[in-house]
């Protein structure tokens, strides 16, 4: 059997520790038929005239780096 790294006494020690972070409630990503109709929708579908279609790379403006736009 191989060496092991540190004794077993003290395995699992910092789990117990940290605090219990609830799940927050998220919707899932849509999944199939329906992803392939919402990519569609982004790349191809009509926008009303005179609105420009957002590019690939374009950051929310809400969060963090808001405040570099």
Known sequence: MGKVHGALSRAGKVRDHTPKVEK??????PTG???????YKKRFAVIAPGQRRDGPNKQKTKGANANLL
């Open 33 to 39: 038929r329906n992803k392939i109709r919402v990519v």
């Open 24 to 29: 927050t409630a998220t919707h899932k990503k």
